[in-house]
């Protein structure tokens, strides 16, 4: 099952970053106590015959710089995932997450970085057909790079992914639990990045 996810902020974002004067009063990488923010907004849709899925997603993140090299922030997110044989809805799942990250951040000063990320959400899934309820937690480790492409505005990627999940639907006595490793291109994230 393919989805085409269209990343309507960043593709907004990035050419209104190239529009901005390269002579910027702040300077490139981020240093102790600078803030930034970022996140995900997708709208992806398939359709094969009278089949059709939909998805949209939304999940701002901000961090601050504590130190030079590390930063700490919280997300939230938001995902609705509906799909219909011909007029029939067969799935219609909205899902909630808040959570923490922590990154530690290698060359932060410089336009180029990597950095590793240490994330923790908490996740509220919800089958709007069955009115089933389940809520869960996860934790991911991830590496990324970071590249600036103006004063305040950075281009950011995170490749790859190792997790652990465990997820209990409202009145179960067991809940699911997952463990993932993906080092594919399928498991690449790309993001703008503001600081301020």
Not at 57 to 73: M, R, Y
Request: avoid cysteine; proline fraction near 2%.
């Amino acid at each position: 099952m393919k989805k085409i996810i269209l990343s309507v902020a960043a593709v907004f974002a990035f050419g209104f970053a190239n529009a901005q004067d390269t002579e910027g009063t702040g300077t490139k990488g981020f240093a102790n106590g600078d803030v930034f923010i970022t996140g995900a907004v997708g709208i992806g849709t398939t359709s094969f015959d009278d089949d059709k899925e939909t998805s949209f997603e939304i999940a701002p993140s901000v961090g601050l710089f504590v130190t030079d090299n590390i930063a700490v922030g919280v997300r939230l997110g938001y995902t609705s995932e509906k799909a219909e044989a011909g007029s029939i809805d067969t799935e219609d799942f909205t899902t909630l997450s808040i959570g923490a990250f922590g990154r530690y951040y290698a060359t932060p000063t410089s336009d180029f970085s990597f950095f590793g990320e240490l994330a923790f959400n908490y996740n509220s899934i919800e089958n709007n057909l069955a009115d089933a309820k389940a809520n869960g937690f996860e934790v991911a480790l991830a590496p990324g790079v970071s590249y600036f492409i103006a004063d305040n505005f950075a281009l950011e990627a995170t490749f790859g992914i190792l997790g652990y999940e465990t997820m209990k639907a409202d009145g179960a006595d067991e809940g699911q639990n997952s463990f993932n490793f993906g080092l594919d291109m399928r498991d690449v994230r790309l993001g703008l990045v503001y600081k301020f």
